[in-house]
């Protein structure tokens, strides 16, 4: 019953460093997305996907890149880190136009 | 534009009491989709209930409500008898449009349950 499982929990990186953060989810979920939370907002949508194979803009894309090579596996890339990429990450697939269910989160720092 | 308003950053309650977390919302569709979230301290986003725009009747989820007023676009999250449990970060989202998959959030009420 893992549902959607984020790795890592927690991540240290210096400012110019590269990263990914995985999301995997065993729902068989077609659409999956990424948002990023700040202290005193709501969550914001990063990139998601609609299907293997695709991804889109959201609200925020700027600084991150996605891959859907695998239904199942959805991956946010930051090539290169800054600090106002500190934030709490999350994933979320949903089966169509549905509830989206989430991951734990990723609590990345940038120094 | 679309948009989720929670007017209320924090809310107080007894347990056992009811409590009403408020959210506002504006879309110009007909058809969207209202959802209530919860964050409790250990970080993950736990989904409540859901109430489609054509929905008739409020949604119900256990303790759970969801006051559905449209005409006012508000869409309240009622908790009945509050545990100490409840005690999280509460948040609104809205589906935009009827086939779109992204949803916005309201930036959230923290909710304190004290005995």
């Known amino acids: 019953n893992a549902g959607v499982t984020q790795t890592p929990k927690f991540r240290v990186l210096k400012t110019g460093q590269s990263m990914t953060l995985l999301c995997a989810q065993d729902m068989n979920h077609e659409y999956m997305y990424w948002y990023r939370q700040d202290p005193g907002m709501g969550l914001r949508l990063i990139h998601y996907s609609v299907g293997e194979g695709t991804t889109a803009k959201g609200e925020v894309p700027d600084g991150y890149n996605v891959s859907r090579l695998k239904k199942q596996n959805f991956l946010l890339g930051l090539e290169s880190a800054a600090p106002s990429q500190t934030s709490v990450y999350f994933c979320?697939?949903?089966?169509?136009?549905?509830?989206?269910?989430f991951g734990a989160g990723t609590r990345l720092s940038v120094l | 534009a679309q948009k989720i308003t929670q007017t209320q950053p924090g809310m107080f309650v007894q347990e056992k009491e009811a409590v009403t977390l408020d959210c506002t919302y504006d879309?110009?569709?007909?058809?969207?989709?209202l959802f209530w979230y919860k964050q409790p301290s250990s970080g993950e986003m736990i989904f409540l209930i859901y109430?489609?725009?054509?929905?008739?009747q409020n949604a119900t989820e256990g303790r759970y409500s969801l006051n559905f007023q449209k005409a006012r676009k508000s869409a309240n999250l009622v908790i009945s008898a509050s545990q100490l449990g409840d005690s999280a970060m509460y948040f609104c989202?809205?589906?935009?449009?009827?086939?779109?998959?992204?949803?916005?959030f309201g930036t959230g009420t923290r909710l304190q349950v004290f005995p």
């Open positions: 989202a809205m589906r935009e449009g009827p086939n779109t998959d992204k949803l916005i």
């Open positions: 979320a697939s949903s089966f169509w136009v549905n509830i989206q269910y």
């Open positions: 879309t110009s569709d007909q058809s969207y989709g």
């Open positions: 109430q489609g725009s054509y929905d008739e």
